[in-house]
């Protein structure tokens, strides 16, 4: 291969490798939507999947950004079906897309969907703190929503949140989260676990809007 051609073809790896590394970098940062376009152009589902579901819930980027979460989501659940974090992903997309539904039958059928990709990361991964986080939300989301007509139950809920938050105190994520749950469900320790989300070091922009997601929850609580 002549010099030239060399050069071209890894000047051509070079910017692969820095889109690669790229995505998962915006996303920390925060510039959602720059790490959505990058991790699609770096054939990397996942993080599309996990940039796009941040743009719509942080950034209130709208019913588009909430289906390219979840399209994103399905294609990382079907190449990586062993991937905890291709399940976490789509369950975490379709529950935006089951909130943004309303209370129809559509939206109960895609929360049910939700909770079984969730539930599927958890059974891949049981001792990771924030899949159990997330899937306690859900819970006690679909039960501050329909009660038992949803499918949700308050005290699995209950029962996720507090272990995740013993497990992992000082992680920004697990904290908002199980302190999420708690609030839903109307549980005194909600504020002590939203509380404790909010004070953490927060070590990337993403985790700045977990943190005032969980800010916001406290200050609704009386």
Known sequence: MKRGALAAVLMVSLAGAQVVAGAPGLLLSGEYARAYDAARAADDPLTASRAAA??????????????????????????????????????SALGLQARAGGYTLGALKTAHEARAALDRALALAPGRPDLQAVLAE????????????SGGNP??????ALGAARAAPDTVFVQAH??????????????AVLARAAALNADSALDHDVQAQARQALGTLK
């Open 54 to 91: 941040a743009q719509a819930e942080y950034r209130a980027g709208g019913t588009l950004w909430v289906t390219r979460a979840v399209e994103s989501g399905r294609q990382a659940s079907r190449e990586q079906p062993h991937n905890a974090d291709a399940a976490l992903a789509l369950g």
């Open 138 to 149: 859900w819970h006690a989301g679909a039960w501050a929503r329909a009660r038992m007509f």
């Open 178 to 191: 199980a302190g999420l749950a708690l609030a839903l469900l109307r549980d005194p320790q909600a504020r």
């Open 155 to 160: 005290e699995r809920a209950r029962t996720l």
